[in-house]
């Protein structure tokens, strides 16, 4: 099946931009979806269809795919934004969900 | 709000059974596809499962290997999970999730799930 590859961890100061990349063999034909997932809580979606958000997520969460690489952008990092970060498609050769491994984002 | 609460989870035997349901509000159910999503302790998310609008389509993840079955109450506004054959890697947090209904499925809402622990 499908598999999808994120860099375990990922360190960004407070202020700077934070890149966390899904990597998987054409994925930029495919619609990616970002979670957001704090410790002990259940995750939130943050971006859909590659570049979209959901009502009440902030401006600086964006996304953007092409290639062999989907990106989650967050702008502006603050503290809050400390999180693990999942990427998910469907698989429509197989007919299931993927998830990627998951990016830890760590606020310096 | 949407609010989804799950229930179920509990400590089982290895090779006994759980049920696990969803109780859905604040949406219309029978509208929206479903999905189980489920997360081993200290890893990443797995998805289950998932269910259409009508129980009509449905599909699993591998790993699932006709062991869970995904079904759905509409008149009861419920999702289950029942799984059978339970092993300790079946340890998780199971979450079940409201399906996005955009272009391809994604989940928008989930509930803060049931613990599921396989253990002699």
């Known amino acids: 099946s499908y598999v999808l590859t994120q860099p375990p961890s990922v360190s960004v100061a407070p202020g700077q931009t934070a890149r966390i990349t899904c990597g998987g063999n054409n994925i930029g034909i495919k619609s990616v979806h970002w979670y957001q997932q704090k410790p002990g809580q259940a995750p939130v979606l943050v971006v859909y269809?590659?570049?979209d958000r959901p009502s009440g997520i902030p401006e600086r969460f964006s996304g953007s795919n092409s290639g062999n690489t989907a990106t989650l952008t967050i702008s502006r990092v603050e503290a809050g934004d400390e999180a693990d970060y999942y990427c998910?498609?469907?698989?429509?050769?197989?007919?299931?969900?993927?998830f990627g491994g998951g990016t830890k984002l760590t606020v310096l | 709000q949407v609010q989804l609460v799950e229930s179920g989870g509990g400590v089982v035997q290895p090779g006994r059974s759980l049920r696990l349901s969803c109780a859905a509000s604040g949406f219309t159910f029978s509208n929206f596809g479903m999905h189980w999503v489920r997360q081993a302790p200290g890893k990443g998310l797995e998805w289950v499962a998932i269910?259409?609008?009508?129980?009509?389509?449905?599909y699993y993840g591998d790993f699932v290997k006709g062991r869970f079955t995904i079904s759905r109450d509409n008149s009861k506004n419920t999702l289950y999970l029942q799984v059978n054959s339970l092993r300790a890697e079946d340890t998780a947090v199971y979450y079940c999730a409201k399906d996005h209904a955009h272009s391809s499925p994604s989940l928008d809402s989930w509930g803060q799930g049931t613990l599921v622990t396989v253990s002699s």
């Open positions: 269910i259409s609008y009508d129980g009509g389509n449905i």
């Open positions: 269809d590659d570049t």
């Open positions: 998910q498609l469907w698989d429509s050769s197989s007919d299931q969900g993927v």
